[in-house]
């Protein structure tokens, strides 16, 4: 579960340390939900979007109250909790109770386009069309299903990639790939456009808590904004959001902390 959280638009590279480190101070979801949350966004580091934290530690709250502390393994329990959607339930289902679950990731979505539909890429988003396909493709037996869900994502993450020539030479399902079988058909829906970062809110976001994260103690607000020179007017709508979204909190003094 907490995998799943840090995983949500963050490579696995910079997840591995700080998954590592979070386990091993919060093994269970009593241990993380028995510190405020501040400690969590600290803890986060520099994954981006911290909100992702709070609402971990929030789900982990529910969970010691409303399940034992135990992570539930029935999807509709799992969405249940704070900042759970569809994808992660069913992740956590399969990945961690072997359930069968239609786990659909872009990597998943891009495999079965090519290899069932024929098509460079996935709309984009699901349709009803893309899980029924999906649903034929889920093995009946959820220890098998649960397999196919691991296999199916590895292999658009390893194999049949969104960037560059996939490697059909490693790929085991090649012979049967309606997309190269087609002559590999160029993309013709809507542009792919790459997300941007340098400059944006989430960017000035990010700099302004790494100085909360950093301190020991709370810290005046102009030093908090100073931590981004590009625009005052930006890391002053920067902070206001991250009071508005309860990251950042004022203390008796009016000095900032998480």
């Known amino acids: 579960m907490v995998s799943e959280f840090m995983l949500q638009q963050t490579p696995a590279a910079r997840v591995t340390p700080v998954w590592l480190a979070w386990i091993e101070r919060w093994p269970?979801?009593?241990?993380?939900?028995?510190e405020p949350v501040g400690e969590a966004v600290r803890a986060w580091g520099r994954l981006g979007y911290p909100r992702r934290a709070q609402r971990l530690?929030?789900?982990?709250?529910?969970?010691?109250?409303?399940?034992?502390?135990?992570?539930?393994?029935?999807?509709?329990?799992?969405?249940?909790?704070?900042?759970?959607?569809?994808?992660?339930a069913a992740a956590i289902a399969s990945f961690a109770h072997a359930r069968r679950a239609l786990v659909l990731d872009t990597n998943v979505r891009r495999v079965l386009a090519r290899l069932d539909g024929g098509e460079a890429f996935?709309?984009?988003s699901i349709s009803k069309t893309e899980r029924t396909r999906a649903e034929a493709w889920l093995p009946d037996d959820p220890h098998a299903a649960a397999l196919w869900a691991v296999a199916s994502m590895e292999l658009g993450a390893q194999v049949c990639i969104a960037t560059?020539?996939?490697?059909?030479?490693?790929?085991?399902?090649a012979d049967d790939?309606?997309?190269?079988?087609?002559?590999?058909?160029?993309w013709d829906g809507p542009e792919r456009k790459a997300q941007t970062y340098a400059g944006t809110d989430r960017q000035c976001r990010g700099a302004l808590l790494a100085v909360l994260r950093d301190a020991d103690a709370p810290v005046p607000r102009a030093k908090v904004l100073a931590a981004w020179r590009t625009d005052a007017e930006q890391a002053s709508r920067a902070l206001a959001s991250l009071l508005d979204d309860g990251l950042v909190r004022l203390d008796c003094a009016g000095d900032l902390t998480l």
């Open 57 to 88: 530690h929030a789900a982990a709250s529910a969970i010691v109250q409303r399940f034992a502390g135990q992570v539930p393994a029935d999807e509709a329990d799992l969405r249940s909790l704070p900042g759970v959607g569809e994808y992660t």
């Open 122 to 124: 996935p709309p984009a």
């Open 177 to 186: 790939c309606a997309w190269r079988a087609a002559g590999y058909p160029e």
């Open 164 to 173: 560059g020539r996939p490697v059909c030479g490693r790929c085991p399902v």
């Open 28 to 34: 269970t979801p009593a241990a993380l939900a028995s």
